[in-house]
T-cell receptor, first 115, second 109 residues
Framework: EPEVTQTPSHQVTQMGQEVILRCVPI?????FYWYRQILGQKVEFLVS????????KSEIFDDQFSVERPDGSNFTLKIRSTKLEDSAMYFC?????????????FGSGTRLTVV | SQQGEEDPQALSIQEGENATMNCSYK?????LQWYRQNSGRGLVHLIL?????REKHSGRLRVTLDTSKKSSSLLITASRAADTASYFC?????????FGKGTRLSVIA
């Protein structure tokens, strides 16, 4: 069964450093998403991406965050200058059709620890 | 916010028993979805029920939706130890999926 692949599975970074989280969505999917889950808390929407541009973003997704689909297969989330509160599990997801009406396929996540 | 909120927060049952988890939400939706998350892992899509549906089955899963009460329930019948996980409802309307806080289910062998 097709999978969404995320790398790395774990990332430890120093506060203030830039991190790039990588995702390979399912090949025929057109809609891509990033969510995050702070330990023990709910899964929060960050951003959705379609047709090479951001289609929606949450309040969490401020200027420190950016997304890119650099080569037609990878989908990346960059955090420009990490803060302690950015420590969380980051999930990439993709869907074949528009978010309304269909389930998403999630990756296994990247656990980001900012020290 | 259309976010779903599950209850109970935690549920512990014996293997073979049925597990029922509930979800409430606030605004109109196109569909409601249930996801499962094993500890420290990704979210796995279980089932989707559209706003014009009242009940849906998939294997040992049964989902109901009451749009008048803005609530849904997930029933897992004949639970197994392997069903131990967190279960999240997620609502889909005019925005990408919005998740609730989840119910942590423990099935004791």
């Amino acid at each position: 069964e097709p999978e969404v692949t995320q790398t790395p599975s774990h990332q430890v970074t120093q506060m203030g450093q830039e991190v790039i989280l990588r995702c390979v969505p399912i090949s025929n999917h057109l809609y891509f998403y990033w969510y995050r889950q702070i330990l023990g808390q709910k899964v929060e929407f960050l951003v959705s991406f379609y047709n090479n541009e951001i289609s929606e973003k949450s309040e969490i997704f401020d200027d420190q965050f950016s997304v890119e689909r650099p080569d037609g297969s990878n989908f990346t989330l960059k955090i420009r200058s990490t803060k302690l509160e950015d420590s969380a599990m980051y999930f990439c997801a993709s869907s074949e059709f528009h978010w309304v009406g269909y389930g998403y396929t999630f990756g296994s996540g990247t656990r980001l620890t900012v020290v | 916010s259309q976010q779903g909120e599950e209850d109970p927060q935690a549920l512990s049952i014996q293997e073979g028993e049925n597990a029922t988890m509930n979800c409430s939400y606030k605004t109109s939706i196109n569909n409601l979805q249930w996801y499962r998350q094993n500890s420290g892992r990704g979210l796995v899509h279980l089932i989707l029920i559209r706003s014009n549906e009242r009940e849906k089955h998939s294997g040992r899963l049964r989902v109901t939706l009451d749009t008048s009460k803005k609530s849904s329930s997930l029933l897992i019948t004949a639970s197994r130890a392997a069903d131990t996980a967190s279960y999240f409802c997620a609502t889909a309307g005019n925005t990408p999926l919005v998740f609730g806080k989840g119910t942590r289910l423990s099935v004791i062998a």
